[in-house]
């Protein structure tokens, strides 16, 4: 005989299917509504990119026609000027030359205004659409995650005292989950896809310019070809963020150093590393996630720290691994920048630096002063058989 408590469990799996249905229809209906605004975007982006290709053009021939309202005037004054060695005949034709040619002049001037204000109305447009995909990216992340808890075993819900930091590690792996997907949405959309739509406008292009003129077509082909080199590239890091093959063929330390160079290489920063070897000591999944941790750190070093010299130590043993970076930046108050990213919904950076190491039931220390640089410490088990040891208690 079934208990009271089956049939109330009964009933409230079956009203969050009806609550799953009806947000699933809510959310494929913003979806084709994003999805909308997103060609909207794309259309502008052409409007805009041939906008701005009519300003060039207009440019070369207002400054063109500058040179030839300077010339007319300059021939109209000598004509006037000189009455005894021009003829009436003469006069006309200088002051005719020069109405038409200032006619031209202003006719330009006036369209190359024009063409600049429809460019800054359609740039208006375009960031108002942008802010209308963010907000609705922002409310399906947010129902992807309510419907993915909901989707998930309710009873483990309902069981336990500890449901409710449960509930907040699941929906925390759900939200990050969601978060990484979007950014990987966004990376493709914003680049390879921008990319490739702008090689099938060219191809068009292309081939109406070929019919025309061989050697501008080869020239519009040249263009093309740099634009699917970027597209490729594109997907390429795209890929290689996703699961940096690297790990896989030199290993952790290996991979550090790679990265590192292309630091380097692109910015006036002297890194030292203190690595210890990785061989089969620490579980892939942690050293992917050593790795990211590495990579948000140098973002944050590269783009706020102003730092010259940085110093990676990498050490470990039979349950823990240590990191710790440090540089020599501007420094910055770590609690109040918690404080403030937090308040503004940031997804990466630092918060991403702490959800990661949370997750695996690390630690992590960040101390930093303003003029006085950064240190960056974090403690992480070695492989899972660690982590389940840390959340038994043991």
């Known amino acids: 005989m079934r208990s009271d408590m089956d049939l109330d469990v009964n009933e409230i799996n079956k009203i969050i299917k009806k609550i799953i249905g009806e947000i699933g229809s809510s959310r494929e209906q913003i979806l084709n509504i994003v999805e909308n605004i ?29 040179k030839q309202d300077k010339a007319c005037r300059l021939r109209l004054v000598e004509v006037s000027k000189n009455f005894n060695k021009y003829v009436e005949k003469d006069i006309k034709e200088a ?11 202003f006719t330009k001037m006036n369209e190359e205004k024009l063409l600049r204000e429809r460019r800054d109305n359609l740039e208006i447009s375009l960031r108002n659409i942008m802010i ?9 992340n947010q129902i992807s995650i309510a419907m993915s808890y909901l989707e ?31 950014r990987i949405a966004r990376d493709i959309h914003d680049g390879p896809a921008q990319h490739m739509a702008n090689v099938v406008m060219k191809v068009d292009i292309c081939n109406m310019v070929i019919q025309k003129d061989m050697e501008e077509g080869l020239k519009e082909l040249a263009d093309l070809k740099e634009s699917v080199k970027v597209a490729l ?18 290993g952790l330390s290996e991979t550090i150093q790679q990265n590192v160079k292309a630091i380097t290489q692109e910015y006036d920063i002297d890194i030292k590393l203190k690595l210890k070897p990785v061989h089969m000591e620490i579980e892939p999944i942690i050293q992917i996630a050593v790795y990211r941790i590495i990579q948000e750190i140098f973002n944050n070093i590269v783009k706020h720290s102003k730092a010259r010299h940085v110093e ?5 043993g039979l349950k823990y691994l240590i990191l710790i970076i440090t540089d020599d930046g501007i420094g910055f108050d770590v609690e109040e920048t918690l404080k403030r990213v937090k308040t503004m919904g940031a997804s990466y950076g630092l918060i ?17 002063d303003v003029g006085k640089g950064t240190n960056y410490t974090v403690k992480l088990p070695i492989n899972r058989e ?5 959340k038994r208690g043991n």
Do not use: C, W
């Open 352 to 368: 991403g630096i702490y959800d990661r190491v949370n997750q695996l039931q690390g630690e992590i220390q960040i101390k930093s």
């Open 132 to 140: 209308n995909i963010e907000s609705g990216e922002k409310i399906i």
């Open 312 to 316: 990676v130590k990498l050490d470990f």
């Open 233 to 250: 590239r594109e997907v390429r890091s795209i890929i290689f963020d996703l699961r940096p093959m690297a790990l896989d063929d030199l």
């Open 386 to 390: 660690v982590i389940k040891d840390e």
């Open 152 to 182: 998930g075993n309710i009873l483990s819900a309902l069981e336990g005292a500890d449901k409710n930091s449960e509930m907040f590690i699941g929906i925390k792996i759900l939200e990050a989950q969601e978060n990484e997907r979007k």
């Open 95 to 105: 002051y005719e030359m020069a109405s038409e040619v200032r006619i031209k002049f």
């Open 38 to 66: 997103r060609k909207n975007q794309e259309t502008l982006n052409y409007e805009i990119a041939m906008v701005k290709k009519d300003i060039v053009r207009i440019i070369h021939e207002v400054d063109e026609l500058e």
